[in-house]
């Protein structure tokens, strides 16, 4: 299977400090994207980072990626209890199909 | 960014019968648009790339003949679940890449469609 795998399953922590999300993937991608979604919703896109990149930053988020590892990070600073939602990664390889990760469940507690 | 919408957002219906989803790309023509099943706590499943004017790709284990695809337009692509068993009660979610936009790898996800068959 071309799915990744993420780590934690689910993570639980307090409004303002960072929660940091991990995705392992199995095979060579052109880029990689992470993607919130809230239960029972659809996902939102939040940042894309693609095979030759090593870092990218977007507001509160910072993603990295080492293709060397076949794996990434989600970085979330200051967390706010609106973040609470599951996170996902998903790359793309040459197909240009998505594979999604099994997912984080984040819990934001105010 | 381009937005995704489907139709209907939310479907109840008997064992046996046939259930239509759409997925409208709003505001962009797309060529390609994905169709993905997710089961509860779980993650996505890509089902089948829907490619307009031909056919659909399946994912290995997805059933062709259950799962109907049609992208007749460049903004519009079906998906028919037929004989729709308790089984296929789902939350089903289509995509679409906007070829002609800045963020030509990105793809735009519909809001969903809760599936839930008696």
């Known amino acids: 299977s071309q799915q990744g795998e993420e780590d934690p399953q689910a993570l639980s922590i307090q409004e303002g400090e960072n929660a940091t999300m991990n995705c392992s993937y199995k095979?060579?991608?052109?880029?990689l994207q992470w993607y919130r979604q809230n239960s029972g919703r659809g996902l939102v896109h939040l940042i894309l980072i693609r095979s030759n990149e090593r870092e990218k930053h977007s507001g509160r988020l910072r993603v990295t990626l080492d293709t060397s590892k076949k794996s990434s990070s989600l970085l979330i600073t200051a967390s706010r209890a609106a973040d609470t939602a599951s996170y996902f990664c998903a790359t793309e390889t040459g197909a240009n199909n998505l594979f999604f990760g099994t997912g984080t469940r984040l819990t934001v507690i105010p | 960014g381009a937005v995704v919408s489907q139709h209907p957002s939310r479907v109840i219906c008997k064992s046996g019968t046939s259930v239509k989803i759409e997925c409208r790309s709003l505001d962009f023509q797309a060529t390609t648009m994905f169709w993905y099943r997710q089961f509860p706590k779980q993650s996505l499943m890509l089902m089948a790339t829907s490619n307009e004017g031909s056919k659909a790709t399946y994912e290995q284990g997805v059933e062709k003949d259950k799962f109907l695809i049609n992208h007749a337009s460049l903004t519009l692509s079906t998906l028919t679940v037929t004989s729709a068993h308790p089984e296929d009660s789902s939350f089903y979610i289509c995509?679409?890449?906007?070829?002609?936009?800045?963020?030509?790898?990105?793809?735009?996800f519909g809001p969903g469609t809760r599936l839930t068959v008696l």
């Open positions: 095979t060579s991608i052109n880029n």
């Open positions: 995509s679409a890449r906007d070829p002609s936009g800045r963020a030509f790898d990105e793809q735009f």
